[in-house]
């Protein structure tokens, strides 16, 4: 039943989303670029400026890319014998390659493990908004109708606020620059709200789709992915680590973690394969119940 408390709240802001589209409508993309170039760089930026750095963010940055590109490499695999497009690729990396730390995955940990275990979850989940800023938004624009290849996508991840967000958060961090008490606060107020809107884009973009149109086989792929081949391939990555049995266990854990709900927002804002990664992203989330405590059994 605890298990079921953290992801109540989770579906509750997805269904807020949903019931708002249906009964109001929104424009979606509108909503998804303020969340991605205001609110997003924001909650980067006090993520990096309080999370103090250690020896432990080179071990879990190692582990976070190389979990993230093996993971893609699995997906082009897939996607060369299946005959995908470059947007359909692109789609199935942003639905399969990234994973659900914050709003989902670190609760979790901390059910778990307590505070102990939080200390690394958290470490995952800074880590993983590098990834997904960089790696992520890269895919997203590659994939875009409107791009042009590599150039563009390369472009596009110097653009993205949300990597200057963590830039300046760490330097400040390691230059001990403090913010005052009323900048402190309106940066807290927009963080906090961040998570959230992305949450509630998501569930407005589940709103403006059909399930049953989406692709079957696409999804059961990604949703493969994501749930199994995901928390394998971090199983044989945490035999090489030197780090302690938890922290392992946690990695392990982290990476069986459904699709990021900032992967819709990338998707929306790039036109790659939206209505498929938001149905892959609410799919795997709900799957989850059924999947994380297999892996629980198995890892701890």
């Keep these: 039943m605890e298990f079921l408390t953290i992801l109540l709240p989770v579906f509750g802001i997805f269904a807020i989303g949903f019931i708002g589209q249906k009964k109001i409508g929104f424009d979606t993309r509108s909503i998804s670029t303020m969340a991605l170039y205001i609110m997003s760089p924001i909650l980067v930026f006090r993520t990096f400026y309080t999370t103090s750095f250690n020896i ?10 190389a979990l993230c590109f093996s993971l893609i490499a699995v997906v082009y ?17 942003l639905a399969s390659s990234f994973m659900n730390n914050g709003n989902y ?21 800074v880590i993983q908004q590098v990834v997904m800023c960089t790696v992520g938004v890269y895919y997203a624009a590659k994939g875009s109708p409107d791009g042009n290849g590599i150039r563009s ?3 596009a991840v110097q653009r993205m606020p949300i990597l200057y967000g963590g830039l300046v958060g760490a330097l400040f961090q390691l230059l ?4 005052s008490n009323s900048i402190q606060e309106a940066v807290n107020l927009v963080a906090d709200a961040a998570i959230p809107t ?7 973009q589940l ?14 792929w990604s949703l493969l992915i994501k749930l199994a ?42 036109n790659t394969e939206s209505e498929f990664v938001s149905g892959t992203t609410l799919i795997s989330t709900s799957l989850s119940l059924a999947t994380l405590p297999i892996i629980f059994m198995i890892v701890l």
């Design 105 to 125: 995955g670190t609760p979790v940990v901390l059910l778990l493990f307590g505070a102990t275990g939080l200390k690394s979850a958290i470490i995952l989940m």
């Design 198 to 204: 992305v949450m509630i884009v998501l569930g407005m």
């Design 229 to 270: 081949i995901s928390p394998a391939i971090a199983y044989l990555l945490t035999l090489f680590m030197p780090v302690d049995e938890m922290v392992k266990q946690i990695m392990i854990i982290m990476a069986a973690m459904p699709t990021a709900a900032n992967t819709t927002m990338y998707a929306l804002q790039f």
């Design 56 to 65: 432990d963010y080179i071990y879990l940055a190692f582990y976070t890319f």
């Design 207 to 220: 709103a403006n789709i059909s399930i049953k149109h989406l692709a079957k086989a696409k999804i059961s």
């Design 153 to 155: 996508a390369l472009r």
């Design 176 to 179: 001990h620059i403090p913010l």
């Design 77 to 93: 695999i897939i996607s060369y014998f299946q005959g995908y497009s470059t947007p359909e690729t692109c789609g199935m990396i």
